[in-house]
């Protein structure tokens, strides 16, 4: 079966930098979306960039020209690097998949809604202090 595994998750002091990674196996086709979500303590998952299987990408307004998501297909790996991160960066962050569809493209909205993804890693934390 599918599985995620996340890695790269830390402290860090607002301003630096950190690099997420989500190591996938267990399928064979290389057109699902991928996606980067993000759940802090008393709110809902939202979602923070995703990347569909042709390649667009849509980031979620407030992580916009900070953030970067990119895939490794060859490699069936996907990665977040978060520069310039804000004390409202801090949350839990999970890595997506969706196998719901062999479509390769998919609307923005879609790459950024938890309701379009069917599996989960198991997240890694993400501290920013101010």
């Known amino acids: 079966q599918v599985q995620l595994v996340e890695s790269g998750g830390g402290s860090v002091q607002a301003g630096g930098s950190l690099r997420l990674s989500c190591a996938a196996s267990?399928?064979?086709?290389?057109?699902?979306?991928m996606g980067w979500f993000r759940q802090a303590p008393g709110k809902e998952r939202e979602g923070v960039a995703g990347?569909?299987?042709?390649?667009?990408?849509s980031y979620a307004d407030s992580v916009k020209d900070r953030f970067t998501i990119s895939r490794d297909n060859a490699k069936k790996t996907f990665s977040l690097q978060m520069n310039s991160l804000k004390s409202e960066d801090t949350a839990m962050y999970y890595c997506a998949i969706s196998t719901l569809t062999q479509r390769p493209d998919r609307d923005w909205w879609q790459l950024l809604s938890p309701y379009e993804y069917n599996h989960w890693g198991q997240g890694t934390q993400v501290t920013v202090s101010s």
């Open positions: 267990g399928y064979t086709y290389s057109g699902y979306s």
């Open positions: 990347i569909d299987g042709n390649g667009a990408i």
